[in-house]
């Protein structure tokens, strides 16, 4: 486990890629810092219990803090290797493999009652060399009492995935 504080320290701004979010990063760890606390604690919270409850296919949860003197939360995570979809030409066997760990990581969603909100190709990083996938970008995520809750990844078809497949997978 790393300490919060000293990885916070340590890291040097390396992009920013909206106004209002800001990302660090060091070998160890993925900070996204947020502007706007209330979102970055939300994130927090669904990244921290997805942790908790086993879910293999996201960053691992390491902390969660807030700069009252700059006015931001920082959520540190484990950093991921690998590009998002958006980035990739992918190999034929590379789709397929997509294809199959998608229907996986969206079993385990709702195993753990969790709806992202938002899976699309900017949202999933592979690794072409260990073929791992992983989800990200939980901001717009809730909690589902049931599979019939409605929300857009759980209740019917999971469209952001369908969209994957035809678009990209298939
Ligand atoms: N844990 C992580 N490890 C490595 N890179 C990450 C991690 N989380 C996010 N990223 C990178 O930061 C980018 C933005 O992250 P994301 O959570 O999707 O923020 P936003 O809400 O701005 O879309 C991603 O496209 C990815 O390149
Ligand atoms: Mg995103």
Not at 65 to 87: A, F, Q
Not at 126 to 145: G, P, R
Request: proline share 2%.
């Amino acid at each position: 486990m790393i300490d919060l504080s000293s990885a916070i320290k340590f890291v040097p701004k390396t992009q920013t890629v909206n106004q209002d979010r800001f990302y660090y990063t060091n070998d160890a760890c993925f900070i996204k810092e947020d502007t706007n606390i209330e979102r970055g604690l939300y994130e927090a919270k669904i990244l921290k219990f997805l942790t908790n409850n086993d879910f293999i296919y996201s960053p691992k949860y390491i902390g969660s803090h807030i700069d009252h003197d700059k006015k931001v939360h920082r959520l540190v995570m484990e950093k991921l290797s690998g590009e998002t979809l958006e980035n990739l030409v992918l190999s034929d066997s590379d789709k397929r493999r997509i294809a199959g760990e998608l229907f996986c990581l969206y079993g385990k969603l709702i195993g753990v009652n969790i709806s992202h909100g938002d899976i699309n190709e900017s949202n999933l990083l592979f690794n072409v060399n260990t073929k791992e996938l992983k989800l990200i970008d939980f901001e717009k995520a809730s909690y589902c009492k049931s599979i019939t809750d409605h929300s857009n990844d759980l209740s019917g078809p999971p469209w952001g995935i369908i969209h994957l497949l035809r678009t990209r997978l298939l």
